[in-house]
């Protein structure tokens, strides 16, 4: 500052006038001042100029010249400005500026007082005063070229600022403010490569606040402090680009810390008033934008994740530091009011802190999906979808990975069962479908195959889960091979057998309630005539046939077998069907022993020995194949029933009801 005012008291002396008017006046006055003199005598000159600052004005400031012996050197100039103020300004010999005095022309005291350097510009030292005789401020060239400015308070003696200026004398390297009892205010240090230390202090020294950049590192440092010297804030960079600001409580406590680091997210954390329990943590960029809040307990109680799109995930935690559950809400539009947002999912965590359950809402904020996990808390399992009154529509249950839809359960309007399918590996066809009653039970089970186009078969249940019939499907799904009927023990009661037009009966088989064959029926073409009729002992073979005529009601022979499956007998009947005509006897290669003809009184009239090979011919091989091994009695455990599996699907839980969070 101080170099800045000699500078201009010079270029004003040089630089001032605008019109000159010059009158020569020549006097005989010895000259003095800096040593030089001369007289009006030719060996020396005198001559003064009067400028007018302005033509119209008046305003002109005096200068005069005084001329060395050699009647043209210059070695002295005084120069009366309007101002008040006269300058005097002395030269060598060599016609250089070293000396500048100004003086208070009604006073006749210093103002300043320069020393020019050898170049005639450079000021090496100098001081300038007010118009009451106090010093205002000095300046020093030193020995190392640097620049020493001292500016002082109105009393001249208590420094006001202090400046260190390097050689080009615009870059300063210290600069200190001071109070006016003398303390110091404040001091700036910089290094030649730029680098700088500032300080600021309180009336009693303590330091207020510190300011350090170091270039050649490139840090940074800015800390403040409270007058009793805590720490109040304090911002740190590395020459990495990390920075790092804390802030404290006005007792010193650690407040505010945040660090960022180039590559990663910037960290924010904030303390309570101990200073050491944390209360909330950010990060926000590098993808991450989150917030952590703790309790006063230093436990975390939620997360929120601030996504891309707008939208925001908030996640709950219990006092154990496991998540409770996750609330994750869509992008506000404008059009809603500030701070409120829609609640998309509700995800509910178990004890252990995986994934339960998570509740899916409508855009209207309504529960539409409820989705149930593994206990990875990643697959999920099953998926329950609800209708816009909140009522139960369907549940998918999907494969142990997640990847397929094994089986769906719809519900109707009034929320009872309706149907359950069971799809095929794919996912996209059903295989089985199951029908319910209004109570809940399961009335009939469907099976396909070939992608759900093809019926194979069709179970009906009781009421009590057990099974009451099944029908068999074959010839692309559209004709009914067989029907089973079963007693409420489960044991299989009856079965028939159908054309290939699925109508027409072919035959029907009657079993006992130890499972065992007692008789199997049948039929013509026709599929009403019967034909035949057979009896099986308890071990499963044949013991007796009646075949009948093709009007089906009279019979024409009825056939006796061993328990080896063999021909015993065959008794031959009239036309009534009712009278036998004669009996057959067969020995046990199946050769005819005798036959043995009958009166109207069934009394014996004739026997015939066997002639030839007597052989009758073989038991046909579908009545071989008729014959049933002995079956064991049904246990209880194992009677057929709705599929076991199946209904474990239908255990649902109420789609509203939070996971329990207990182990």
Sequence with gaps: MATRHWETATTAVIFGAAFTVIAFLCTSAYLSGNGHGGKCDGSSFHKEVVELRDENSGEFFRRRIFGGVDGQTVVEMQIAFRNGVTA????????????????YTDSC????????????????????YRADGTLQDTTKLLADGTRNGVMYFEDGKTVQRHELTARDGKTALLKEEFRRNGTIASRLRVAPDGSEDATVYFPDGKTISRHKVSCGYATYLDEVFAPDGKLLSCIKESKDGSREVLINWADGKLHILRTSKPGSPDETSYYLADGKTLSVRSRIGAGVDEAEYYGADGKLQSLRVFRLDGGMTVTIYGADGKPKYRQSFDTMPRSQVPGIAKLQSLEIFRADGTVGKKQVF????????????????????????????????????????????????????????????????????????????GDGSCQRQEFFTDCGLTKTSVKYYRTDGTVEKEE?????????????????????EREESFAIDGLTKTSVRIYRGDGSLEKEECFAADGKTLLSVKAYRLDGSAQRQDVFDKDGLTRLNARYFRADGSLERQDVFGKDGLMRTSVKYYRTDGTLDREEFLDKDAKVIKTEIGKGSGKEPPEPPAAKQARQPRLAPVPEEKKETVDKDMLKVLDYQDPHAPLPLAP
């Design 88 to 103: 005097y300004m002395y030269y060598r010999d060599d016609a250089t500026l070293w000396e500048v005095k100004e003086e």
């Design 109 to 128: 005291r210093l103002k300043s007082h320069l020393l020019i350097d050898s170049d005639g510009k450079t000021v090496f030292a100098g001081e300038k």
């Design 362 to 437: 409508d855009s209207d904020g309504k529960l539409s999906q409820v989705q149930f996990y593994l206990g990875d808390g990643k697959t999920v399992t099953r998926v329950m979808h609800l209708r816009p009154d909140g009522q139960l529509e369907k549940i998918e249950h999907l494969a142990l990975d997640g990847s397929t839809t094994t089986c769906v359960v719809y519900f109707g309007v009034n929320g009872k069962l309706e149907k359950m399918e069971t799809l095929d590996a794919s996912g996209s066809f059903a295989c089985a479908i199951c029908y319910f009653r």
């Design 472 to 492: 068999i499907f074959s010839g692309g799904g559209g004709s009914k091979s067989s029907l089973k009927l079963f007693r409420a023990d489960g044991s299989l």
